[in-house]
């Protein structure tokens, strides 16, 4: 079996820390490495402090073989990603041509002035190579296996779009889901020895409590299609002999 | 001035990483922390693997004065909170007898068996305090700095305000909060030049794109309400000048 490829999620911004924005990020990042079997196996949510985004993505960068970070590429005084990253690598930051040349025509085009805080956007590690903004034409930018990303979520999507295919898939992680009405206390034995069975399955329970009742959404994921059937027809067994009412949902 | 109090929050469970779920958690938190003055500096989201929680809180505790945990402390097979954290801290975990008689209580009250399953919910560190869960009886627990709490949200939040009057409390971080029709590359010069004059006011910027126009949410944070009160005037005054439109708003 082909060895796992490994990511890293570093959003970066007070505002995810304040509590001021809701993170949307995250999830969209996850769900689509699923989709390329790339396992995300860590996140961490970071002020706009220098210190504090170079220790994170010197931590995860040496540790998974993709790094994607969010926040902090723009025009203002509180977007140091750039530097925090060429400081991660010990690169100058330097104003890079290419982006000069994209800025300058998207801002003639929008009859807006280039000024200096809009050039900052130009600014990114020497030799980086750049991520496509088909939104507002400042780039992302990718160093080394970390991709840096914009914040606001409608261009990191884009970013991210931009700079899937050139990651490394790994093996699909497949996923099915069971929902039943029974509390979790009640099946977890029969949960616990069904995961003891198949050992490639990841099992997992998600309580809940809807329309009086009391139930868990049983999510199973592995690689092998007929592995998960397997699994799934003897999960649906299990919870049928308890008398519950397991119905296959999207996982 | 009183030394600030830091805190971190760790997120578990492979669910955050599968992008199965959207965590609704960091972001409550974060906001009472800073009602409470509590300076939120990071937080981390790992798998329901031990060692990958074992570490992270121990990265996290020796750090913060207070760590904040949620998710896997419910009876299936994938919850290893309590285990973790009994190893993180080199602690037995036991059946506690204050939880075992909670337990027993909740469930003949509704008429359920407290088995096997569910009395693995009893199971904390040696030592361990106990926080109230006001819902469904079985509590999250504390071990010297690290706040242990249940993953859904509703039970988390009676969680968090069952233990906040025990923190030790900051000054309040004020905030508020300038709503402008400009992009952010045009007032970018001038809210540098403001944050230099206030080293004390922290300030971000957050662009959007709403009715066709450019604009940009300008968020100042500090402890002392005259400073902050100054700063503002001089950010609108800022502003005004560029010939903007500076409208206060909910931060």
Redesign the interface.
């Known amino acids: 079996m082909a060895e796992a490829v490994t990511a890293a999620v570093l959003l970066i911004?007070?505002?995810?820390?304040?509590?001021?924005?809701?993170?949307?990020n995250?999830?969209?990042i996850?769900?689509?490495?699923?989709d390329m079997g790339i396992v995300?196996?860590?996140?961490?949510?970071?002020?706009?402090d220098e210190d504090?985004i170079v220790a994170a993505l010197n931590a995860l960068r040496t540790r998974y073989d993709y790094v994607f970070t969010t926040g902090g590429i723009?025009?203002?005084?509180?977007d140091i990603t750039a530097d925090s990253v060429g400081k991660a690598f010990g690169r100058r930051v330097v104003y890079d041509p290419r982006v000069v040349a994209l800025l300058e025509a998207s801002y003639r085009g929008r009859g807006?002035?280039l000024?200096?805080?809009?050039l900052?956007m130009a600014r990114v590690p020497e030799g980086a190579e750049l991520i496509e903004n088909s939104i507002s034409a400042a780039p992302g930018f990718r160093v080394e296996n970390v991709y840096v990303m914009a914040g606001?979520p409608s261009i990191m999507q884009v970013m991210f779009d931009a700079l899937a295919p050139g990651l490394r898939r790994g093996r699909p992680?497949l996923?099915r889901s069971v929902s039943v009405h029974l509390?979790?206390?009640?099946?977890?034995?029969g949960?616990?020895d069904l995961?003891a069975r198949y050992a490639a399955i990841?099992?997992?329970?998600?309580?809940f409590y809807r329309d009086g009742k009391y139930g868990?959404d049983l999510?199973l994921?592995g690689t092998d299609a007929a592995t998960l059937a397997d699994a799934i027809a003897a999960l649906k067994a299990m919870l049928a002999a308890l008398g519950g009412d397991p119905v296959e949902t999207t996982?």
Chains 1, 2 share one sequence.
Do not use: C, I, K, W
């Open positions: 911004g007070n505002e995810l820390l304040s509590g001021r924005t809701q993170d949307a995250l999830r969209f996850a769900t689509r490495l699923a995300l196996a860590e996140a961490r949510v970071v002020t706009d504090q723009g025009p203002t005084h509180d807006m002035e000024n200096e805080a809009r900052r606001v992680v996923a509390p979790e206390g009640t099946l977890a034995a949960f616990r995961q990841q099992m997992g329970s998600y309580p868990a999510v994921r996982a």
